[in-house]
């Protein structure tokens, strides 16, 4: 269905700029509420009297939302409508950064997993071990493991009458995921995050299964994150022009060159 235009070339109802978004109006008046739009000015009567710049807004976070999400999003727009656009670019600069932790951490768990399937498994331990015995077995003294554990890696129980450490089959593999990535260079943060993906998915097995899927989101994540970032640039030029003195500052600076 073609969306019907506002009545008035380059005022816009809160219904316009909802329709070509397939939100509510009541959405449109929110989002100007919380700050995620600026200001709109309003007839005698009250009524909101939005413009092409509120358009160009509304789009921007949306498109914000698909990469950063939401909180992240209404953060970098408020801040830009406050007209702090430095604040609103470490906030996208902070999702770029956790987008590419989280590439670091897939390329760890893909290493992990190539590297326990070529490699013929040793027998399962099926009874908890002590963390001298889980030491021994990997060749590690047992105040690596304990750093491993003050790091999130591992998660042992404890005995309930002594009060030591138990390690059960599922943290024995754990801990020879995390002693095969430290021999590959990887840091405790990023073998943490490794080993909540593994106990998420169930085990390597699952988690294999599943790592071109995670690619696949990582790889729509950083798209959307470009599309936020071109929608945004649409806004703040509508928004925030550049003056003439930094225009007239660039063409000098071009033409010494």
Known sequence: ?????????????????ARVHGLSAQAVRNYERDGVLPPAQRTPNGYRRFTETHAKALSAYLALVAGHGYAASGEIMRAVNRGETDAALRTIDKGHALLQRDRETLDAVETAVVALTATRPQPQIRKPVSVSVLAHRLGVRPATLRKWERAGVLRPGRDPATHYRVYLPDDVRDAELAHLLRRGGYRLDHIAG????????????????????????????????????????????????????????????????
């Open 1 to 17: 269905m073609p969306t019907k235009k506002p009545s008035n070339h380059g005022v816009r109802r809160p219904v316009d700029l």
């Open 194 to 257: 490794v080993l909540r993906q593994v106990r998420g998915a169930g085990g390597t097995e699952p988690l294999a299964a599943s790592l071109s899927r995670w690619r696949a989101r990582l790889t729509e994540r950083g798209r959307a994150m470009l599309t936020g970032a071109a929608r945004l640039a649409d806004y703040l030029d509508a928004a925030q022009p550049p003056s003439r003195a930094l225009i007239s500052e660039a063409n000098t600076t071009t033409l010494s060159e």
